[in-house]
């Protein structure tokens, strides 16, 4: 999955950043973590810093003063015109929730929607990445690049090291963990559901992080190549158009990956007791409590 870059300034992600985070560009609800305090995300500039490098870079007084100000526009952007998109987005679940069944393909639309927020936040914030990464130092490149090679190699060893068995197992559980976040606990059935999609998945990681790595590549070559007169032509697809990047690979699982997600959460929420649904509509009507309640939300 994407996610936001945070600089090394000293400050911890809280929890309801890790939320909205997830909420803007996860592939859906349930997967959604439990966190605290969302509020908290509109006074933590590290929410839309560019994600797009992905790791640690450390920034000096100059680029901070520079970035700032654009973080300020960013998040008000973001406010004003992307949580009432994520409001009506929980309303639309919230109604397929009271639907005796629900369809995959009904909730693989509320996926392209996920997919298109992210988007959104993308072209957004292209502008801002591009002057970022044109002042990099070249000891910050360094970093950069070091800091990605860290990651990467603890991603293979959490999720690609493991055998099928350990990484189905563990696919499982997170799932799991997730799920029963938003429906509270879950049948045997609904484990049963979970534990088949997780074990169906098969080689995913490695295509995953294969995929993530092929990408990695182009930016750095990109990046070093920051002085051509097509830089910012070469960044800017790199950010707005990722699928282009993607291995073949990953380019064959990924939409049966997605519909066997939504296939999934059709049959939880088909399978769910009221109990469950209930607890998923009250989870919902929190979050969507939540955005609206912040001081930077239109009225």
């Given at each position: 999955?994407?996610s ?6 000293g400050?911890?992600m ?8 997830f909420?803007?560009?996860?592939v859906?609800?349930l997967?959604?973590a439990a966190?605290?305090?969302l509020d908290l995300a ?10 797009w490098?992905?790791?640690?870079v450390?920034?000096d007084?100059?680029q901070k003063a520079?970035l ?11 406010c ?7 409001v009506?987005?929980?309303?639309q679940l919230?109604?397929?929730?009271q ?5 995959a393909?009904?909730l693989?639309?509320q ?5 298109e927020?992210?988007?959104n936040?993308?072209?957004q914030?292209t502008p ?6 044109e002042?990099?130092t ?8 070091v800091?990605m090679?860290e990651?990467?190699a603890e ?7 493991p055998?099928?068995?350990q990484?189905a197992?563990?696919?499982t ?7 029963e976040?938003?429906?509270g606990p ?6 049963a559901h979970i ?6 998945r098969?080689d995913?990681n ?9 990408w990695?590549?182009?930016l750095?070559?990109t ?6 007169a097509?830089?910012r032509a070469?960044?800017t697809a790199?950010l707005?158009?990722?699928e282009?990047f993607?291995t073949?690979a990953?380019r064959?699982?990924y ?10 959460f059709a049959?939880?929420?088909?399978s769910a007791?009221?109990g ?22 239109p009225?």
């Amino acid at each position: 999955m994407l996610s936001p870059i945070h600089f090394r300034q000293g400050r911890p992600m809280p929890g309801r950043i890790a939320r909205l985070r997830f909420l803007m560009l996860a592939v859906g609800l349930l997967l959604l973590a439990a966190c605290s305090r969302l509020d908290l995300a509109y006074r933590n500039l590290d929410l839309l810093i560019p994600w797009w490098i992905g790791t640690y870079v450390s920034l000096d007084d100059e680029q901070k003063a520079w970035l700032e100000p654009r973080l300020d526009q960013h998040l008000a952007w973001h406010c004003d015109t992307q949580l009432p998109e994520y409001v009506a987005w929980l309303e639309q679940l919230g109604q397929l929730s009271q639907r005796p069944q629900v369809s995959a393909n009904d909730l693989r639309g509320q996926l392209v929607q996920v997919r298109e927020a992210a988007q959104n936040i993308a072209v957004q914030i292209t502008p801002t990445a591009l002057g970022l990464a044109e002042s990099l130092t070249p000891k910050q490149m360094g970093e950069l690049y070091v800091a990605m090679d860290e990651r990467n190699a603890e991603l293979r060893e959490k999720h690609v090291a493991p055998s099928r068995k350990q990484q189905a197992a563990a696919r499982t559980l997170r799932m799991r963990e997730s799920v029963e976040e938003w429906m509270g606990p879950l049948r045997p059935s609904q484990v049963a559901h979970i534990d088949a999609w997780a074990k169906a998945r098969g080689d995913y990681n490695k295509t995953w992080a294969e995929n993530r790595e092929n990408w990695q590549k182009a930016l750095r070559s990109t990046l070093y190549d920051r002085h051509n007169a097509d830089f910012r032509a070469r960044l800017t697809a790199l950010l707005q158009e990722p699928e282009d990047f993607w291995t073949e690979a990953y380019r064959k699982a990924y939409p049966a990956s997605e519909a066997a997600l939504a296939q999934l959460f059709a049959d939880l929420l088909n399978s769910a007791d009221e109990g469950q649904r209930s607890t998923l509509r009250q989870r919902i009507g929190d979050l969507s409590s939540d955005l609206k309640g912040l001081a930077c939300y239109p009225r």
